[in-house]
């Protein structure tokens, strides 16, 4: 379970965040500036919460109070940004098993195998990153974040940049992850219906604080 309960500010801008996750696939609306993405951030590590609490299954991420940061790599949460970020000098199996030798100390939650059968990637395997189409290095980079066994997967905004073609290409995969791994993820977007679709939970984020 998730419980995160904090404030981020920075100059222009205030997010304030009570948040407790229960469910598999949680859903995050909103629009452009409503703090969607700078709550992905804050909860992998990458921005400080100006005050407040994170915790995660047991474990406390962050306490102002008690000065406690655990950093970003040791937080096991993969974030899967909006466009896909692939090392241009590897080929997709290099990228791959990039992810499984960034801590070859932990029991692997899913094998390689079941990776690149789960995202349909065998085909793929021996190209380049610039020899993929943008739905495919999202594939690439998905399995490359679920082969570093995480414990929460974020995605922020996955489908952005991609055509309606390509998108109605990539949901059937999240919704894949959702029925056949036991992994909790949280879905930023703007657009319902993929939530909809992926029969998530849903919640609304407006001017940085939860409404709905």
């Given at each position: 379970m998730?419980?995160c309960?904090?404030?981020?500010c920075m100059?222009d ?7 407790e ?6 859903g ?17 590590g990458?921005?400080e919460p ?5 915790k995660?299954q047991h474990?406390?991420l962050?306490?102002?109070e ?25 080929n997709?199996l ?10 070859n100390?932990k ?6 195998e ?6 349909e990637?065998k ?24 082969l ?5 997967l974020l ?11 390509l998108?109605q ?8 992850l ?8 949280i ?6 219906d ?7 939970s849903r919640i ?9």
């Amino acid at each position: 379970m998730l419980n995160c309960d904090f404030q981020y500010c920075m100059s222009d801008f205030e997010l304030q965040v009570k948040l407790e996750m229960q469910t598999q696939l949680l859903g995050i609306v909103g629009a452009s500036g409503s703090g969607k993405s700078t709550l992905l951030k804050c909860l992998v590590g990458l921005l400080e919460p100006q005050h407040g609490v994170i915790k995660f299954q047991h474990q406390t991420l962050f306490d102002s109070e008690q000065q406690i940061k655990v950093p970003v790599h040791q937080r096991n949460i993969a974030l899967i940004f909006q466009h896909a970020l692939l090392f241009p000098h590897m080929n997709v199996l290099q990228n791959l098993r990039y992810a499984e030798k960034l801590d070859n100390t932990k029991e692997s939650k899913f094998s390689f195998e079941q990776i690149v059968d789960l995202l349909e990637l065998k085909s793929l395997i021996q190209r380049k990153a610039h020899q993929l189409s943008g739905g495919e290095a999202q594939r690439v980079s998905i399995g490359r974040a679920l082969l570093s066994s995480p414990d929460l997967l974020l995605l922020d905004e996955p489908l952005t940049g991609l055509d309606s073609r390509l998108k109605q290409q990539i949901l059937p995969f999240f919704k894949r992850l959702k029925a056949e791994l036991d992994l909790p993820m949280i879905y930023v977007t703007h657009h319902c219906d993929e939530l909809i679709y992926l029969n998530a939970s849903r919640i609304s984020l407006d001017n940085g604080k939860i409404t709905a």
